[in-house]
């Protein structure tokens, strides 16, 4: 390799990572609108007669909308109620022991207040001491899901003339078979993410009705959970359909038991038993098993970006096996 090639491929390089650096706070708005653009997918083709523009706008907005409304309504309602606990917990904490006397269960007042306190002291001053690095946070997870949307929009307008431009770097004899490739990949992400974020966004919406009814507290930020709870498969919605139910149950044991009858069956039986196989796995033939630890893991590893790229990652080796196992059975 001669020194000017050599240099080139320096500075290709050199650019790569510098851009990379740069986006690394915003990588989990780009692989959002990413995830977000393959739900869309198929609302854009049903648009499709008003125009590339149009039709990517449209299905932007619907498949955006509502994701980004439960998620960032749910973090507003829940940092408020936290600050509320902060404030008043002497209050709450009255409010507790009151009910549990009335229920005849009595407890030990200045032990529990003792512990509390030093509870809520801890949490005042870890607060106090990063509120810097807490505003910081929500301010770019909303840049994120702005730039999620953003990213989302352009790679529905873009992507087809992108990746058909790629394949004229191939040569001529390879660029049918790696188009068929690419293509089987791609159909196994747009199943993955339009199956998935559409089912957890038809849980989400419908938990929120559910929850209003049997007034249990706290309803936008649950049902926001809900949405993110129902992007896992079978994990989930029972760890937070649980914990609601008996909190009703220790206040009316007829109203949290038929709270615990209905959510079990219309937000998690019928949802994981029947809807959701249909949605995703006899589309994309990825078992729920995979897809499961595939966000659990990748939440872990990676927080928001790696909750979204590792089922994606998943997907593409589902579309690798199935391809080549495909071509060679034919």
């Known amino acids: 390799m001669d020194r000017t090639k050599f240099l080139t491929l320096v500075l290709i390089f050199s650019i790569f990572i510098a851009v990379f650096y740069f986006y690394t706070p915003l990588i989990d708005g780009i692989v959002m609108g990413v995830a977000f653009a393959y739900a869309a997918r198929p609302i854009k083709r049903s648009f499709s007669k008003v125009g590339n523009l149009a039709a990517s706008l449209i299905a932007t907005?619907?498949?955006?909308l509502p994701a980004s409304m439960l998620i960032t309504y749910g973090l507003f309602v829940g940092?408020?109620?936290?600050?509320?606990?902060?404030?008043?917990?002497?209050?709450?904490?009255?409010?507790i022991l009151a009910s549990l006397e009335a229920k005849g269960l009595h407890v030990e007042k200045n032990e529990v207040y003792r512990i509390l306190s030093m509870f809520f002291g801890f949490l005042q001053s870890k607060l106090s001491t990063s509120i810097v690095e807490i505003t910081k946070d929500v301010v770019i997870l909303l840049l994120n899901i702005l730039i999620s949307a953003v990213v989302c929009f352009f790679v529905l307008r873009d992507s087809e003339r992108f990746v058909k431009n790629s394949l004229n770097i191939l040569p001529k004899d390879r660029r049918d078979e790696f188009g068929r490739f690419i293509l089987k990949i791609d159909k196994t992400l747009e199943s993955l993410w339009f199956g998935n974020l559409t089912f957890a966004i038809i849980i989400g919406s419908a938990s929120l009705p559910f929850f209003?009814?049997?007034?249990?507290?706290?309803?936008?930020?649950?049902?926001?959970?809900m949405f993110l709870a129902a992007l896992i498969p079978i994990f989930a919605e029972w760890m937070l359909i649980l914990p609601v139910g008996i909190y009703l149950l220790l206040k009316d044991l007829y109203l949290g038991s038929l709270f615990l009858a209905i959510g079990f069956l219309f937000l998690y039986l019928i949802p994981e038993i029947f809807l959701r196989p249909y949605f995703v796995g006899q589309m994309t033939k990825i078992h729920s098993l995979l897809l499961m630890l595939a966000f659990i893991g990748g939440g872990l590893f990676g927080g928001l970006g790696g909750f979204f790229l590792a089922p994606m990652?998943?997907?593409?080796?589902?579309?690798?096996y199935d391809y080549y196992t495909t071509s060679q059975g034919s």
């Open 61 to 64: 907005l619907i498949i955006f």
């Open 79 to 95: 940092l408020n109620q936290f600050l509320y606990i902060l404030s008043h917990h002497s209050d709450i904490l009255n409010s």
């Open 212 to 225: 209003l009814i049997f007034k249990v507290p706290f309803a936008p930020l649950l049902a926001a959970l």
């Open 313 to 320: 990652l998943v997907a593409v080796l589902v579309g690798i």
